[in-house]
């Protein structure tokens, strides 16, 4: 469940992505080891921004990532484990749709339809850092519940508003090899 958050929105509305990917994780110690990760995450948010005229514009916002997140882990009690460390996020598509928002027509007299041709412009690459827990089932499989939230700016804004940040949970479940 992911959300976008800036000063510039009357209000957010988190929406529902999923992510996969693989990991690894290396002991250092029998409490204390380092986790890596290659994910695809979908992020996203229905957001109403602040705009003057009769009321906020409603756009809805979906950012495909290819995550890179490296944690510390450290054993609290036998299998559970609490997790910390950044995540590198790499933009790798972009949409935007805001509906009820007319149909735009061009200097080439081409409709350009807003629900499918919006360009939220975002940015190619996010910092973030996350907080969360496992448990390990068995030698297996383990579960985890995860909080991200963006250091930098979701989107490359050309009026020079900031402030627009990612944030997720992530709740998982994964296979050992």
């Known amino acids: 469940?992911?959300?976008i958050t800036s000063e510039n929105y009357v209000e957010s509305n988190r929406k529902t992505g999923f992510y996969i990917g693989f990991r690894t994780e290396i002991s250092l110690t029998n409490k204390i080891s380092i986790q890596s990760e290659f994910l695809?995450?979908?992020?996203?948010?229905?957001?109403?921004?602040?705009?003057?005229?009769p009321g906020p514009m409603e756009v809805e916002y979906s950012l495909d990532y290819i995550q890179i997140p490296v944690s510390g882990?450290?054993?609290?009690y036998r299998n559970l484990s609490i997790e910390i460390g950044p995540a590198f996020n790499f933009l790798v598509r972009e949409k935007g749709y805001r509906p009820?928002?007319?149909?735009?027509v061009d200097e080439n007299g081409d409709v350009?339809?807003?629900?499918?041709?919006?360009?939220?412009?975002g940015s190619r690459f996010e910092l973030s850092g996350l907080v969360g827990v496992s448990y390990k089932l068995h030698k297996k499989w383990v579960v985890s519940a995860r909080f991200t939230k963006g250091f930098s700016n979701a989107f490359n804004s050309p009026s020079g508003l900031d402030g627009d940040k990612n944030d997720?949970?992530?709740?998982g479940m994964g296979f050992n090899f």
């Open 40 to 53: 695809y995450a979908t992020y996203g948010a229905n957001v109403f921004v602040k705009v003057a005229g």
């Open 100 to 104: 009820g928002a007319p149909d735009i």
């Open 112 to 121: 350009i339809r807003n629900q499918t041709d919006t360009d939220p412009d």
């Open 168 to 171: 997720a949970f992530q709740f």
């Open 73 to 76: 882990k450290i054993y609290i």
């Open 1 to 3: 469940m992911s959300n």
